[in-house]
């Protein structure tokens, strides 16, 4: 990915190229993580590389359809477009608000003497 100093020649040949785009999808688990390269034509978006996840036994049982993925931590749409190097990271839904779990442990430290 070109850096926000990039000159813009180059910005612009990444983005007319036809080569095919190699990014990774991955999903982590407690104990375990998936971590899969694609291979995608130029111009593929997000939708794309969850579809043909979607078909790979190592991410059954996943809901990749309703799940909130986002690019390097960002959270992205579906349309979004791809760019070569690009991590899809598909996150898991949270299992209790993060706020009410700290009130929680805060409460419970102030018990201790």
């Known amino acids: 990915m070109p850096s926000r100093s990039a000159p813009r020649k180059y ?8 080569a095919p785009l190699e990014i990774e999808i991955v999903y982590a688990e407690p104990r375990r993580a998936v971590v899969k390269s694609l291979r995608l034509p130029a ?3 997000v939708a ?9 036994p190592d991410f059954a049982g996943m ?6 993925f986002g690019i390097f931590g960002k959270l992205a749409g579906a349309d979004q477009p791809l760019r070569q190097g690009d991590r899809i990271e598909i996150y898991r839904p949270l299992l209790a608000d993060p706020k009410e779990a700290r009130r929680a442990r805060a409460r419970e ?3 201790k003497p």
């Open 11 to 18: 910005i612009q040949a990444e983005a007319l190229s036809d």
């Open 43 to 45: 111009g593929a978006r």
């Open 48 to 56: 794309d590389a969850l579809r043909l996840a979607a078909v790979d």
């Open 63 to 68: 809901d990749l359809a309703n799940s909130a």
């Open 109 to 111: 430290a102030r018990k």
